[in-house]
T-cell receptor
Framework: NAGVTQTPKFQVLKTGQSMTLQCAQDMNHNSMYWYRQDPGMGLRLIYY???????DKGEVPNGYNVSRLNKREFSLRLESAAPSQTSVYFC???????????FGNGTRLTVT | SQQGEEDPQALSIQEGENATMNCSYK?????LQWYRQNSGRGLVHLILIRSNEREKHSGRLRVTLDTSKKSSSLLITASRAADTASYFC?????????WGAGTKLIIKP
């Protein structure tokens, strides 16, 4: 079982370029999340999707957009990348609120 | 904003010793969760303890929760090299989990 799969694993962008981070899960979970992890800080929630067809902003949504394509897939888009978006991005899923999260292995993004 | 704060930031012990790390938080919670992150990987859920529970065990892991002090501790007994990782606590805040910055644990052989 793959669990939560993120692509790509690594990406380097120039300032102003755009890209989409992909996340797919085979756990049949309703809820999906995008987090960023920066050195010395806890995970910060960018966007989440409580169920298929819904998305909501998290703590740090500026500069990002998301699409819940179907129950399995939740993508994160950077329309115009900035150096401040250099980070490791994690997708996670859960069966519902207050339930444990299951994480992908992350996408390491560098914006120069 | 960070709610959970882990202490210490880093911990280095000999294999076989016990490791204790602490988490403090600021507001009332429904539950508190502990996760482990190995270098370069995603986080893995370890234990969830609800606000009406005081202690929970899972294998070599023991978690306590003191809601009056707004704190939790994670004890790893008989540590192994494979326990080397960062450990994070997370508290729920409505629909969102709020994360601490983590404790980096190194087990020396």
């Amino acid at each position: 079982n793959a669990g939560v799969t993120q692509t790509p694993k690594f990406q380097v962008l120039k300032t102003g370029q755009s890209m989409t981070l992909q996340c797919a899960q085979d756990m049949n979970h309703n809820s999906m999340y995008w987090y960023r992890q920066d050195p010395g800080m806890g995970l910060r929630l960018i966007y989440y999707s409580a169920s298929e067809g819904t998305t909501d902003k998290g703590e740090v949504p500026n500069g990002y957009n998301v699409s819940r394509l179907n129950k399995r897939e939740f993508s994160l888009r950077l329309e115009s990348a900035a150096p401040s978006q250099t980070s490791v991005y994690f997708c996670a899923t859960s069966s519902g609120p207050n339930s444990p999260l299951h994480f992908g292995n992350g996408t390491r993004l560098t914006v120069t | 904003s960070q709610q959970g704060e882990e202490d210490p930031q880093a911990l280095s012990i000999q294999e076989g010793e016990n490791a204790t790390m602490n988490c403090s938080y600021k507001t009332s919670i429904n539950n508190l969760q502990w996760y482990r992150q190995n270098s370069g990987r995603g986080l893995v859920h370890l234990i969830l303890i609800r606000s009406n529970e005081r202690e929970k065990h899972s294998g070599r892991l023991r978690v306590t929760l003191d809601t009056s002090k707004k704190s939790s501790s994670l004890l790893i007994t008989a540590s192994r090299a494979a326990d080397t990782a960062s450990y994070f606590c997370a508290t729920d805040a409505g629909y969102q989990l709020i994360w601490g910055a983590g404790t980096k644990l190194i087990i020396k052989p």
